[in-house]
């Protein structure tokens, strides 16, 4: 089971991971508040038993979920089922709040840096055993060249930003100005 722990002011955005979530795992596969718990029943018995039975714990990570007494107590608690090897706790960074600093060894998913679509895949990637790493979509150049005017004369540098390019070839095309 999957336990979505979060603060309510973030609903908006996390609704949005329960619902993708549900969609691919099944609703009785996620512990989210908002269908795991209804009226009627004991918050914090439900809240626990999400807990016990959670194999991957997502804490949502925000202002707004590290100032909530009870995100703190289900993530704590989460920090102490992961030690013992009952479940994996993966933090997901929902804005620009700092990490605690007990989670600080952990790689936490940057919704807040990478967006909504790149942490789905990650999660999804997650559950699955597989691994998280993707190509981003710029390619690499180790190459930039740059122009400046001096005394009405063009002047074009070219530098290797991140290693030496010891064997390099460059066409300029200019035109006459």
Known sequence: MIFISHNYKDKPIVEQIALRLRDIFGQDQVFYDSWSIQP???IVDK???GIENCELFLFCVSKNSLQSKMVELEWQNAV???TQGKTKLIPIKLDDCFMPAILLQSLYIDLFGQGLEVALRQIFDITSGKNTFQPGPQAFSNLRAYKTIVDQKIIIECHAEHYLEPVSN?????TNL
């Open 47 to 49: 809240m626990n038993k």
């Open 80 to 82: 102490i089922k992961a």
């Open 40 to 42: 009627g029943d004991g």
């Open 170 to 174: 460059y066409l300029f095309l200019t």
